[in-house]
């Protein structure tokens, strides 16, 4: 198969997905190819073409998408060479299950232009852009989508039948299992790349919340904000966001309460989510983009809380609820600091909470292995095959 999509270095979590996956369907007996030079770059229309040209020549039995986290790039390529029809079945996996490209009209029309007129361009053409996302959905063979909430999603934006979808969950690598170190304090972890509308600063105003509501339980607590110091996504902007949070936590004189872990080997995560109690993803549904549509992904962070072990207290954006609905986590509403607080507060009362979370997430952790999300890649890829065998 072809597999287009984003790999490292990009630092991005649909490439670490991306890679992962490669690796995993790679030792289940698919011979795997990719892909593109890196979608940071400008989408040029002829090197669109030429890039979508070279694919249709590759002598492969079927093409693999990821699509999602802006990257209009490769929904240009795609749309490319399924005009080419080369005869060959493409399937693809939907990270924002709502959208394909965001923006899948007039990009390279909009790129000269100041931001705000971007954005107003891109809105005043959505429905144009709505359309030709819709008319690609239905050109696909499968879609893959990794919760149940971004397929609703993606059959009711996309309007396709239910029977063109699967779901997939997002892989975790296999971690032997360690309890939880004992409290206290209780150790709360952040991890994923580091930028704006995570809602990082909400999990500030939360600790300064126990502080001043709870106190005795403010000195139970302990946060680590750990990941990505550069994501790809502001390698183009000026903006240092780390150091806005290390001012911001300055401001709220929290300094003695929050350790950092920036730009980890992978080879690090286990060890660093093991030796904390659980995972806190205080993320934000974006009220720009919810103008065109809402992120309902998973999230690489959270499979990695599974794959350690660990619970995670997320918030009630994208369909993060419905990955700690199995005993291995709570949720809490986005936006608001004090519930967030009190869940905190609650948890360094009470850890054994912690340590049932992390139960339920070990056992969720044999489940989603790379090798069984490999398997059910290989099933969907063998039944297209066997669809369009039929049908010619």
Not at 262 to 272: A, G, K, M, N, S
Request: hydrophobic residues 45%; proline residues 8%; charged residues 25%.
């Amino acid at each position: 198969m072809a597999y287009v999509s984003p790999r490292p270095p990009e630092a991005s979590g649909i490439a670490d997905y991306a890679e992962h996956l490669a690796r995993a369907l790679e030792g289940a007996g698919v011979k795997v190819t990719a892909g593109l030079p890196s979608p940071l770059e400008a989408p040029d229309p002829a090197a669109v073409r030429r890039h979508a040209r070279h694919l249709a020549a590759l002598p492969v039995d079927l093409y693999h998408f990821e699509l999602g986290g802006g990257r209009v790039r490769h929904f240009l390529v795609l749309r490319e060479l399924l005009a080419l029809r080369p005869g060959r079945p493409v399937t693809a996996t939907v990270h924002d299950p709502e959208r394909l490209a965001w923006r899948a009209w007039g990009l390279s029309r909009f790129e000269a232009l100041p931001r705000p007129l971007q954005q107003a361009a891109t809105l005043a053409t959505d429905p144009l852009s709505r359309h030709r996302e819709r008319a690609m959905a239905h050109a696909l063979d499968r879609l893959v989508v990794l919760t149940e909430g971004g397929a609703e999603g993606l059959r009711r934006w996309m309007r396709l039948p239910p029977e063109r979808i699967e779901v997939i969950p997002h892989g975790v690598a296999e971690v032997p299992y360690r309890e939880p170190p004992p409290p206290p304090p209780l150790r709360v972890l952040f991890f994923g790349f580091l930028y704006p509308g995570k809602g990082i600063e909400d999990l500030l105003d939360a600790l300064d919340w126990v502080r001043r509501e709870r106190p005795a339980h403010f000195l139970r607590l302990r946060l680590t904000l750990a990941g990505g110091s550069r994501p790809s996504m502001l390698l183009r902007g000026r903006s240092d966001y780390v150091a806005h949070l290390r001012a911001e936590i300055a401001r709220r004189g929290l300094e003695e309460r929050v350790d950092w872990a920036l730009d980890l080997p992978e080879t690090e995560i286990p060890r660093l989510y093991q030796d904390h109690h659980l995972l806190a993803l205080p993320y934000r549904d974006s009220r720009k983009i919810g103008l065109l549509g809402r992120f309902l992904g998973s999230s690489g962070a959270l499979s990695w809380a599974i794959a350690c072990g660990r619970g995670a207290l997320v918030s009630d954006a994208r369909a993060l609820a419905g990955e700690v609905a199995r005993g291995n986590g709570a949720v809490f509403p986005q936006r608001d600091p004090a519930a967030l607080g009190a869940r905190l507060a609650e948890l360094a009362a009470t850890p054994e909470i912690v340590f049932s979370w992390a139960e339920h997430a070990a056992r969720l952790a044999r489940e989603r292995t790379w090798a069984r999300v490999a398997g059910c890649f290989v099933q969907v890829f063998r039944s297209t095959l066997e669809k369009r065998g039929k049908a010619a």
